[in-house]
């Protein structure tokens, strides 16, 4: 496989010792939503996206007790979001998309990855979550750097946009891998199933 045909995979990455992200994991598209709503949940995968990883230093920045927090980091774990490893949190993969599967009329399963939600590690921001319909870019204060992430990620994934708001950018960006990059992973690679229940 080719690294310069799947950009996907020279996405940078913070350097945690002794642990490997995934390249991308699909997430249950409810998985996603209920986690994108979470406003706490949120601010925790950004804590971690920026080297906060244990349960401790996470619960000292919020102000909230540890018991707390790990209802939060087991529920974020439990949906795909991070992984415990050494009594540490990490981003699980440097690339996440929501999903939604569907039976065709032949029954056959179709895996649709939806353009409008996914997150990733950005360095200077943290983590980047792209929420869908729960974004709104024409509001919101954070218009500026989040257009230069995803402006940063379309320029580090080679892929052209036209679109100058967040959400539509992300959405060429999603379009573009998964025609061009997780596709030619899927074909190369396996799958692993894992239940959020």
Known sequence: MPSEKVKILQLPFPKYPGYRPDV?????????????SNAMRCRILGLIAQGVNSAADIAKQLNMGRTAVYRHLNALEKHGWIVHTNNKFFIAAKLFLAFDMVLDPEGKIVIQVMPDRGAFV???????????PQCHCEVCVLFQRCLRAVKELARKLDVKIRSETPLAAFKEIVETLVKRDVATLVKKGYLVVKSGD
């Open 122 to 132: 950005d360095e200077t921001v943290g983590l980047i979550l792209v929420k869908g």
């Open 24 to 36: 991308v994991r699909l997430i249950n598209v409810r998985s996603f939503d209920a986690c994108a």
